[in-house]
């Protein structure tokens, strides 16, 4: 089934009691941060911008991580508040229903919402920190700009002297094994895997949908785009996350 929210629900979504959310840069939008990979996509727009969160990129040139800096340095200037959406899943959690959210989004908004923490798997990390290449030490993002604030363009580890960067997975660099186990994890425990604002190209998140419905799962796809997985899900929405998430988890 594809197109708008049912009315009524159906009844395996209304009666699922273990659903794992997947969440995307798509359900971000409306908290004015921009996709990826959409039409209008940062990097459809410039696909140079892709360098600076490609980990080879940004350990050999200091112009990219000048450049990231800078990048990380303008984001940070946004008022950027969660959403609709992000309330949704947060209604999810309160009506007892939330297996689990992994989400493949740094910004931490699922986090200022309301969500649990210990129910968020941030499988690509938090924009929040940033981490030591070398030692691994981390501190804050915020203690780390203002670094750059007072002139360093390129701050290195106050520990080791190393090369820093935000605490994400960038392009080339490997998840935590840790944190892929617990969203595999996720998946496999689920009546109802609700993929939401992502366009499940991206492994071993997209894999996810693989897992649940391997191990029985329902799928729900909602996003403004086709993905690769339409085919295998049980219900498609295409309307606005904003508008669709809370529909599809209001009658708990």
């Known amino acids: ?5 049912p009315d009524p629900l159906p009844g395996w979504l209304t009666a699922a009691r273990r659903i794992t959310a997947l969440t995307g840069a798509g359900i971000s939008t409306d908290s004015g941060i921009p996709d990826y990979r959409g039409p209008n996509g940062v990097w459809t727009r410039d696909p140079d911008a892709e360098k600076l969160v490609t980990l080879s ?3 050999a ?8 800096w800078l990048m990380r ?12 959406g992000h309330a949704a899943l947060v209604d999810l959690e309160r009506q007892g229903r939330l297996r689990a959210l992994v989400t493949q989004n740094v910004d931490g908004l699922h986090q200022a919402a309301g969500s649990d923490p210990a129910r968020v798997v941030e499988i690509h990390g938090t924009v929040h920190e940033v981490e ?8 804050t993002m915020a203690e780390a700009l203002e670094r750059v604030a007072a002139g360093e363009p390129d701050p290195p580890c106050l520990d080791c002297g190393g090369i820093l960067k935000s605490a994400t997975i960038s392009f080339g660099q490997l998840l935590e094994p840790d ?10 425990d689920c009546d109802v895997l609700l993929a939401v604002g992502t366009s499940l190209q991206v492994h071993p998140a997209a894999g996810l949908v693989d897992v649940a ?3 029985g799962a329902r799928v729900v796809v909602v996003n403004a785009e086709p993905t ?5 899900a049980d219900l498609v929405v295409r309307d606005p996350i904003g508008t669709a998430l809370p529909r599809l988890v209001a009658a708990g």
Do not use: K, Q
């Open 1 to 5: 089934m594809t197109g708008t929210v």
């Open 57 to 59: 990129y940004y350990v």
């Open 61 to 68: 040139d200091p112009d990219i991580r000048r450049r990231a």
């Open 73 to 84: 340095r303008d984001m940070g200037a946004f008022d950027v508040r969660p959403n609709p």
């Open 132 to 139: 030591c290449l070398g030692c691994r030490a981390r501190t």
């Open 179 to 188: 944190v892929v186990e617990a969203a595999v994890d996720a998946a496999r």
């Open 213 to 215: 419905v391997g191990h």
């Open 228 to 232: 690769p997985y339409d085919d295998v």
